[in-house]
DNA sequence: TTATAGCAGTTAAGCAAAAAGAGTGCTAAA
DNA sequence: TTTAGCACTCTTTTTGCTTAACTGCTATAA
């Protein structure tokens, strides 16, 4: 078991490291623990036991390891109040409420990575929940329309569709007659699926170019599937960390960030606010992330923020849960 | 003037730079021009004379200076072919024609950059000549409503609108008829000016609650404006040329990357393709960027190809060429 | 003129040794 | 349980030295 001025202790340590980026001698908190530096090296000593603390080398002082920054994150740190600056900035966003729901989440999280000096990743996607409940098709002249497919929920996608030459118009027309009426209340995922086995029988009899027509439409609708977009904002912004001043690490770092195969792994699908401390994430020992999942209107995914290993937790916390919350609005 | 031997050895020494990133020693050169190394030398000597050469150090090989890349760019470089499989990897974007055109542009610049190992930027935007073709109104809730502007080039955009309480559904009717017939035919950047002296006096006499549903629509159509979409992808790639080698370099260019505002400062409105050297660019002096215009459907921006100093010129012109010309259909 | 061989001079880069500084662990005493 | 003191360890910085890679220049040959 951990004394309570142990704990005290770890305490001071990590938001002494996480302040400064160096590693923290028994000398220096004497002052603050009202005892000798000989003191601090025994229940340093301890800590270091229980596998809280580390040394960078024998000589060195002391540096929370991720244990301790688990049971800091787990057992110590305390819930934040937000400084009204932030509040103000991030306040701006969620006022103006003609924004598009995915817009104000990636306008806030680039907000939370300048406010932080962390990197800040939006995943998105319209969730399973999503049914058609319009279809609009607009001639934009004699081979291209645009057609524009209007969720229940408030969510829309746009497609190109090419029509080919030598079609009549009132085929094209009924085609879209048919698509319009056999595909309403169809989820978004199960486009792909009603168009080859509901709508294309359908076509295949009451049109005559049907096998051009129903491949034209087909071609735009096809992709509605489970899209997820990505956003990372705030990439150098995390470099400025004095952690980050070698080459490969940094290259190592943005290379992860440029995957966008690997970035959408970092979904999460938990409802609480998760914290991936060094190797607990996918990116680099020195790194922390945290994330939560986000559900509004028919739109899920997540937001993160990645920062070093030496995150002010508790900020970032708090920062995630006030968009969180006004997500939920 | 520069003789043609001067000529084909500044040609020899740019392009062995631009692949080896090494200083080119006389040393190296002599089998190919089948002389002496105290001939090149001489030769190198006045080159560097002309400020098309120039040293890392007192002893070094030579290295291109700007201006020697520039006159490189200008009076030596040909006009490459691409090869099969870059035209493979690019052909299959431009023939899914599905695709809305913005991003067929963003995918076909992201293989540019996987292809190059340089930064793919694209900036675009609606042009001025889109014209509101058909303006969409979905209502999602009592509160909540879709509101959707398509342009006669196929632009589309949508905007939440959120309906006060208390607010008769024929209000609400009556308002979307009185934008639709007022604001068909107007010019996506003229739409806020519309509103506020064109429709808003309308519907001061015809509606009852005429301000509260008056602002709704005005806060949703408002910034239709010239918004500039930015897009960076592939920074990392950029990092692996050997000349990237020092953090705070790293940390420069980066910060650039990040910052929106500069990069929309990229935009170039010549037509043809451009090349910026070095100093010839904002970015960094190990920089070159290489970059054009493209218009389509009521659609422009700028496509470009960030790199070093040490870019395949040749190479990265035939491929911005040939995006430009797909997009141009 | 133009090209070449030879040589002195310059610089970067790598390596080892030395010196300084920051902290620790351990022991013995309070 | 705490503390003072001291030996020890490791990092960081500085310095000098050596090697290798080039160049510029000069004198000579074609």
Not at 49 to 54: I, N, P, S, T
Not at 121 to 148: F, Q
Not at 243 to 252: Q, T
């Amino acid at each position: 078991m951990i004394t309570d001025r142990q704990k005290k202790l770890l305490k001071t340590i990590v938001e002494n490291y996480i302040k400064t980026a160096r590693p923290v001698s028994s000398k220096a908190l004497c002052k603050r623990f009202k005892c000798s530096s000989a003191t601090i090296r025994n229940e340093m000593a301890s800590l270091e036991g229980l596998g809280l603390l580390q040394k960078t080398h024998t000589s060195s002082g002391r540096v929370p390891s991720d244990k301790g920054y688990r049971y800091y994150v787990d057992n110590i740190m305390k819930p934040e109040e937000l400084s009204d600056e932030d509040v103000m900035r991030l306040g701006q966003i969620f006022s103006n409420n003609s924004l598009v729901l995915s817009d104000a989440i990636s306008k806030s999280m680039e907000i939370v990575s300048e406010l932080t000096n962390y990197t800040a990743i939006v995943l998105g996607r319209s969730s399973d929940d999503n049914r058609i409940a319009k279809v609009e098709v607009v001639p934009i002249d004699n081979n291209k329309m645009i057609a524009i497919v209007i969720t229940d929920k408030g969510h829309v996608e746009n497609r190109n569709v090419t029509i080919p030459d030598n079609i009549s118009k009132d085929e094209v027309k009924r085609v879209i007659e048919i698509i319009d009426k056999l595909i309403i209340g169809v989820s978004l995922s199960d486009v792909a699926k009603v168009l080859e086995f509901e709508v294309k029988p359908v076509i295949d009899k009451a049109v005559k170019q049907h096998e051009a027509l129903y491949n034209a439409f087909y071609n735009a609708f096809s992709d509605f599937g489970p899209k997820q977009s990505v956003m990372v904002r705030g990439t150098s912004n995390l470099l400025k960390e004095p952690e980050f001043d070698d080459v490969d690490k940094i290259r190592n770092i943005l290379n992860k960030f440029d995957d966008h195969d690997f970035i959408r792994n970092i979904k999460e699908d938990d409802d609480g606010i998760k914290v991936y401390i060094g190797s607990e994430n996918q990116i680099d020992d020195d790194i922390s992330v945290i994330k939560t999942y986000f559900y509004k209107d028919g739109e899920e995914g997540t937001i993160a923020l990645v920062g070093p290993k030496r995150m002010e937790y508790g900020r970032a916390e708090a920062l995630l849960n006030y968009i969180k919350e006004n997500i939920g609005r």
